[in-house]
């Protein structure tokens, strides 16, 4: 079985400043790894994803994250976030060997201040 | 090209009662999963449907159950329900399933009075 731990519940920033939320996760098989971003009364969008390849990974609205597969991570990073940004963000995981059934961690609210 | 859709948005029932949600795949998709996500926490896997059969499920009791009709499309039924029952209920599609990033709609609120 997969687990997904989000360290922040809650992430403040000031407009402008650069932003890391953490992911780590725990699974005894290959995983395939993905952020996504849900605004109020919303489903979620998906920002990036990481299945294989380069450990770094750019998504939409300039967000990237870093797959570190020795500390079972997978840490999400803007380098200059806007008021648009502030909203929850889930990290995920699906195994290689379990079709594609997400599973989530707790969420982290980013929120951008002026 | 119209993503995934759901309806209804909002559903208010009672105890004992029963429900069912239904979700159009983006085009193109043929795979359909379901999840629960409860106020203030992340979303969880129901089930999924490929090929018109449950092919994975997740830690959830009988009382829910599913269906994936030729068009892809699929509901999700969930009887005898109970006030934990109040979330928000996601919908996502892909094509196929290993490893394919997944499409959500953006649910259906079911209150369970």
């Known amino acids: 079985a997969q687990s997904v731990t989000q360290l922040d519940s809650q992430v403040p920033v000031f407009e402008e400043a650069p932003v890391e939320l953490r992911c780590n996760y725990s699974?005894?098989?290959?995983?395939?790894l993905f952020w996504y971003v849900q605004y109020p009364n919303q489903g979620l969008q998906l920002l990036l994803k990481y299945l294989s390849g380069s450990t770094l990974v750019k998504g939409i609205n300039g967000f990237e994250a870093e797959f570190n597969k020795s500390q079972t991570s997978f840490h999400l990073r803007k380098p200059s976030v806007h008021i648009s940004d502030t909203a929850e963000y889930f990290c995920a995981v699906s195994a290689d060997n379990a079709g594609n059934m997400l599973t989530f961690g707790g969420g982290t609210r980013l929120m951008v201040k002026p | 090209d119209a993503g995934v859709t759901q309806s209804p948005t909002h559903l208010i029932k009672t105890r004992g009662q029963q429900v069912t949600l239904r979700c159009s795949p983006k085009?193109?998709?043929?795979?359909v999963s379901w999840y629960q996500q409860a106020l203030g926490q992340g979303p969880q896997f129901i089930f999924q449907y490929y090929e018109e059969e449950e092919r994975q499920r997740g830690n959830f009791p009988d009382r829910f159950s599913g269906h994936q009709y030729p068009n892809y499309s699929s509901e999700l039924n969930v009887n005898a329900l109970l006030l934990g029952d109040s979330a928000l209920y996601l919908c996502?599609?892909?094509?196929?399933?290993?490893?394919?990033?997944?499409?959500f709609g953006d649910g259906t609120r079911l209150s369970i009075l």
């Open positions: 996502a599609s892909s094509l196929g399933y290993r490893g394919r990033p997944q499409h």
């Open positions: 085009s193109g998709h043929d795979t």
């Open positions: 699974s005894s098989v290959s995983v395939y």
